[in-house]
């Protein structure tokens, strides 16, 4: 019987000759972090040092190199787990951090989405249809400004208003001032419509100061938040998730992408396994980078069957239009929630009306051949 | 009069005919996140919309973009700081982000290093010289070996001693136990050398963790710890350091490279901001890519003079040598903290005489011309 181990998968740009000498590097940087001659505790070297499970030249100088890490070294710390799996690593130019493989226990241990696809319809009454989200901005509106947009956004039945992710603590709009009013907006709105829309305010600060913010939220009778795990800590939304059971997180990329680390992994796998109930990311073709095939992925690993953990909702966003809602569908099939914010509130006067179009083509959306 | 504005500085790759028009997207995504002509305010597209304050033509097809954004949208949080000047940004392939330049009262409000570089040099006695650390490793040895290291470095008469930053709360050494363990050692082999080395174990987890983490740190009188505030996030080492006046924080990059940011800004600048008092990070010619210009404007970034922010300490680090430390010595000047690890320890028997003879070569060393 082996040591239980976490395979991260690296793809790393090398020369043939010394690729191999490249990723026992790696395994001790993630490991051990000396050299293994100076260890004298066979148990270490067993037990506890990275081991390569495999070299495969992927082409063009690029190799994937898979490196084993003990279990033991990492618990179910979620910082721990990025600090073993790419701490050091991170810092060295030649190397991306593709894939993460772990063992059943340590998915069990990290326990994942509480909520996750099945519980966030739940909350809208969605079934079997994909979800719809939007954002309320620009900052710098005050709390009654931005409760008359949310207001104005539940009306056209949307399932999901969350703060625009720039949205904190500001003076402008102190989050014990801005989430009553909004979440109040959207309770009348809501009344009127019959559709049970959700709002979710934006945490932000340190651990002590989002659980005010949870407070407030609860008092309120939100159901869900926005929170950012690369700029909060990943631990941060690990403990968050667990002490709040009343509460679903979506994940927001921000910070996250700027990592030579595989967004398909971060955002879609780890975000997941720490416990977020859906993940933003990038669409394609909006104005940021990721190709198709990433979002695929990314979604992929969002939602990949695994009994020990709950999907969590992959939401496309930034700068998406209406226009594009059927072929986004078609794309991602129904298992997901699109998220449409600018182009939804320029339309000024008319947004109750768009969002209304919106939410409406997207259940009554047919789906493709996907 | 204008707005107090953070000033953003990117490096991009763009076309030349089309870098203005990059520039306005990217003062947009970092402020209101929607079309201007959308936002129907005056206040807000004056007073928090993000402004292009100059583009410079740096050749080979890379640009310096210069973006203003204003104080109003961040306030003191560290993690809203990031958030605003490279969020989304770092979703988007083309940008890196280069520097950022801060109005006095954003500097006064986050406070840096309440010990910094004076302050750690009185922890050790230091006068006028540069100081020594190391790493207790590997991950994997029992509280009482770990302990008998650290015994044995300080019989060296090193500085510091941390734990290597993989070293966490596992079972084999748990922080309870290996705490007390080290510290012990460290005071007892201190009374022999009669200097006074300072031990420093390393946090994880989430806030909360940390805290009790501190309390035992606190409780065995050490007067310094290890934080890497990517995973743990920024926010949560900038309420460590407020509401622990008694405790120096060094930083750890693990993780931090990753990023598409400048090591000069992220470790040097902003871990400093944040309240960093010493900041590790890979020095050049090691087993990591960092070049000596990149290294050196990380130091200058973290010892800059500065009336509102005390100096943070730059620990280079990463697979250095005793054979190196006159080069580097004459490369940082005295204001500095040589970190050797691995190469010490592969000692193994002769460890305490390496370190003396590492701690010696440091403190008798003649300024160079540097």
Redesign the interface.
Known sequence: MGIARVEAVFHVRSESQSVEARAR?IAI?Q?????L?????P??LR???GTVEGIRDLGGGLFEVRIGLAV??I?A?A??L???V???T?????VL?HDVILPPELEVAFAGPRYGLAGLRRFVGARGRAMTCSAL?????APE?LAELAGRFARGRIDFIKD???I?????APFAVRVPAIAAAVRRASEVSGHPTRYLPSL??????MRRQLRIAREEGLVAVLI?P???????L??LAHEWPGIAFFAH?????????S?ALLIGKLFRLFGADAVIF?NFGG????SPEMCRALAGNATALNPRLAASVPVPA?GMTRERVPEILDFYGPDTMLLL??SL??T?AGLTEATLAFTEAVARHEQGPG
């Open positions: 590097a940087e490991s051990v972090e000396m050299p001659e100076a260890i004298d505790d148990a270490i037990e506890i040092a033991a070294t618990g710390d910082g721990q990025l600090n073993m790419f701490g050091n991170s810092l060295q130019e030649d951090l901005k620009p900052q710098g509106l400004r625009d992710h720039g904190a603590d500001q003076p402008y932000s600060g340190d651990l002590d100061r950012a690369v700029i909060a800590g990943v631990a941060t690990q403990v990329p921000t910070f996250g992408g700027a990592a030579r680390i967004p990038p104005r940021f980078g990721y930034g914010g600018g509130l320029a000024g």
